[in-house]
Every structure is written in C-alpha cells, then in structure tokens.
C-alpha cells in the first residue's frame, strides 16, 4: 500500500475490515476497446436499468396499466388507504394500487382510468411528465409557446388537446423527450419501446434516481471534475454510527471500518461496475489517465470515504483527527475516497484488472512502472462473479436516521462471529451481510499472506 514500512503497516491495520473498490480482470487491454467512445445512456441503457434495479420489463405492446405499474414500482409509490374511485378501476383489480397511488400524487386524474387501452405516445409523455414532476412547468406555457415548441414535432396542438399539448412542449424543452424522437412523432399512435424506456429512464434522472456520475473516463474536464469532487469531501461525522464502531474497534472485534455517505452511491449497474478505493488524490488522477491510456472508457463517481484504524501508542505521534481510547491507544481517521466504474461491457469491466496488476499493483520496495502511491495489495471489488476474484464480506451496517453507512469488510468464514459482536455490543444494530468479489492480493491480505 503505502512506500514506507512504518506507513504500510498503518494502511493495513485500517483496511482489513474496510475499503471499497470495484473492477475486473481479464486481457487485451493493449488495444483500444470498441466501447473507448461511450455516448449518453439511451433506451438500451435505460431498458437494463429498469431490469437489473427493478425488475420491470415491458412488452412490444404496452398498455395504459403497464405503464401505470412500471412508473409506480421505479417510483416506489404505493397508496396511502385512503378511498379513491375510478369509474373502470375497481380495488380488487390488480391495476387499483398503481392507478391509486398515481391519483395521489396528481399524475392521474380518472375518473376513467382506461388500462386496457395501448399506450399512445402522447399519454406516456403526458404521465411522464406528471411523473416527473413537471407538470407546473408544463401549465405556464402559453399558446403561442407551445405552437412554437410543436413545430419540431411537426404537431399541431389541436390534436394533443390544451394540457396535452403543453406536457409534450414541456417535455421537449426539458429533455425528456430527446430528439431522436422528433422526426416522424405520431401522438396517437403506440408507443415505441425505445420511446416508453427512454420516457422511465428520464422520469428516473429528474428525480434523481438514476445513475450518479461526475463524468466519464475519457471526458475533457473529468481532472477537474474529480479535483472538485475531492476537495469539496472532508472526514465523515457520524457520531451515532462511529460510537458503535469504535467499541468494536477497542474490543479488537474488528482493526478497522469505513465510512461512506449513500447519497453519493452511483447507483451502476451491478454487472458492468467496479469500485476502485484509495487515500492519494493524484494516484486517483494517474488512474484516470491511466485507463485513458489503455482504452478503457467507464463512467466514473466519486465517493467520499473516511476510514479508521487503531494507532497504537508506540507508533509515536498520531497526527491530527485522532480519538485517544482508554488504553493509551487512538482511533485515526483519515479522508479516503473509492472511485466507481461503470463500463460500457463486461469485456471492459474484465480487463480492468490486467491494467491494475501491470501498473498499479506493488511487487517490490522502489519498483519502477508503476503510476503513484501504488500499493502491495489495491482493493478492487465487484457485485457480480469475476474469474480469477474471491468472495468476502460486507458486514454493511446503515442507520435508518441518516444516510451514512459502516463497511467492516471480514473474511466470509468471520462473518458470523463479527455480526454477533456487534449485536452484543448494540442488539437493535441494522446488519446486513453482503459477499461480493474481490480482488486476489487484497483476499491474501486478510489471510495475512504475501502480496
């Protein structure tokens, strides 16, 4: 990890049970990838989204009620109790909670809720819109505005009626419907599967529900993105979280944890993502370039991390956010980051880690070829199976008042005995074991074995 002895033996203490890290193996990371030029997401990208995240897949054919169902189940709306009548809609049929909680939420009107009807392209922009709560914008358009808006459309707002007509306006001048739907729109007929998908796509990215990302790899401003992104983070502050933690750390139950704030989850696709963690800010540059260099283009989040770890007394100095324990001993914080990937293909996510094992991965004291701050043992993981990775665990633990997390990572077999402790110490603790794949050097390091 780190260059010295004294230093690398530190980061070792605090890793053991945390960091964050995602990425792949495999080869060919010589040539350029097909996927070096990633573009914007789409309805294919949307389409997997819905899949993967929500389990909602929709027919070439859908109806009214099927996208009624799907906006409610991405949107996790369900209804209150309260009564609400539809003219078509009674409460035992399998469309009455999704109609119910739209009608709350003013995305539906009824009294017809008219379910069995295809669904048209000027009805799914129109609930879209709802949906994404637009709505209010959409109603200050006037007449003359919306004219103006529909002659990209070639639409006159006669066959869309007044409110209908100022939704599509609305939706064009936001981006939700993109212009490659412009050409040849036909307000009543069926809607298109890349239209529907893109349209829940879009709802999910107005409300912030989508993929979270500063940029992509090969992006001209992502160095400065990812300098701001850094800068603007500091140690986390979670004293409710870190007072468990911190006993646990004092009864030697773990020899280190990581803090994280879930507001700043990428929310990636399981599959075609890796999360990367480190300390250095220019080693984070120097991958960025790196990977630039191999041809391997990914989305790229940023993610605050404080780590702590035991620093014992004989150590000498602490340095400064230290917390000292009753046995002379400190808890060390320090400011960390983890660098998320999504990648345009499970190939790319692969060779991710032949790039990180030629160049990023330490073998010796003052070898040369390697990009900054390298370390003995990076830690790289991944959701989903990888050749040549092993599983660990995630002993996650969240706190349902605040958005910040605790990842005291244990090998798989020390899982139950961590998890045990902790609910010793706090039995109302919310826990949650997680495996995922790591990265080989990182899994010896937990068997306190070479790197």
């Not at 909680?101 to 879209?128: C, F, H, N, R």
């Not at 480190?278 to 370039?289: M, T, V």
């Not at 046995?327 to 320090?334: D, F, H, T, W």
């Amino acid at each position: 990890m780190k260059n010295t002895k004294a230093s690398y033996t530190k980061l070792l203490l605090a890793l053991l049970l945390s960091f964050s890290v995602i990425f792949t193996q495999s080869a060919a990371f010589a040539a350029p990838s097909e996927a070096a030029a990633l573009k914007e997401d789409g309805a294919a990208q949307y389409k997997q989204f819905l899949k993967e995240k929500f389990n909602v897949s929709l027919s070439s054919k859908v109806t009214k009620g099927e996208f009624i169902e799907a906006v409610a189940d991405i949107l996790g709306y369900e209804p209150s109790g309260k009564e609400v009548t539809f003219s078509d809609v009674k409460p035992d049929n399998k469309l009455y909670p999704a109609a119910a909680a739209l009608y709350e939420k003013g995305i539906l009107s009824g009294p017809a809720i008219q379910g069995d009807q295809v669904l048209t392209s000027a009805v799914a922009i129109s609930i879209a819109v709802r949906a994404a709560d637009l709505k209010e914008l959409a109603y200050t358009y006037p007449a003359v505005k919306v004219n103006k808006v529909l002659t990209k459309l070639n639409v006159k707002s006669s066959a869309l009626g007044t409110k209908g007509a100022q939704e599509v306006a609305a939706a064009v001048d936001t981006g939700l419907l993109p212009v490659e739907f412009y050409t040849g729109f036909k307000p009543k007929n069926a809607a298109s599967d890349q239209l529907i998908h893109t349209l829940l796509g879009k709802v999910l990215i107005t409300k912030g529900l989508y993929k979270k990302y500063i940029g992509y790899v090969n992006d001209n401003d992502i160095f400065q993105k990812l300098s701001s992104a850094y800068e603007t983070s500091d140690i986390i502050d979670a004293p409710k979280l870190q007072k468990l933690v911190n006993t646990a750390l004092e009864q030697s139950l773990i020899t280190g944890y990581n803090i994280k704030d879930s507001r700043f989850n990428a929310n990636f696709i399981d599959s075609l993502s890796l999360i990367y963690g480190h300390s250095d800010f220019n080693h984070a540059i120097q991958l960025i370039g790196l990977l630039r260099s191999e041809g391997l283009n990914a989305k790229v989040q940023f993610e605050p991390k404080t780590s702590a770890f035991i620093f014992l007394a004989e150590w000498g100095n602490p340095g400064p956010n230290v917390v000292k324990i009753s046995n002379g001993n400190y808890i060390s914080y320090s400011k960390e980051y983890d660098l998320e990937f999504e990648f345009a293909t499970a190939a790319d996510k692969a060779a991710f880690q032949d790039v990180v094992l030629a160049y990023a991965k330490k073998d010796k004291e003052d070898q040369a070829g390697l990009i900054v701050a390298s370390w003995w043992q990076p830690l790289y993981y991944s959701q989903t199976a990888l050749k040549d990775y092993e599983i660990i665990t995630n002993n996650f633990i969240t706190d349902p008042d605040s958005p910040y997390t605790v990842n005291p990572f244990s090998l798989n077999e020390d899982s139950a005995k961590v998890v045990a402790g902790f609910k010793a110490i706090d039995p109302n603790v919310i826990i949650t074991p997680t495996q995922f794949w790591v990265d080989k050097p990182f899994f010896r390091y937990l068997h306190n074995e070479a790197a």
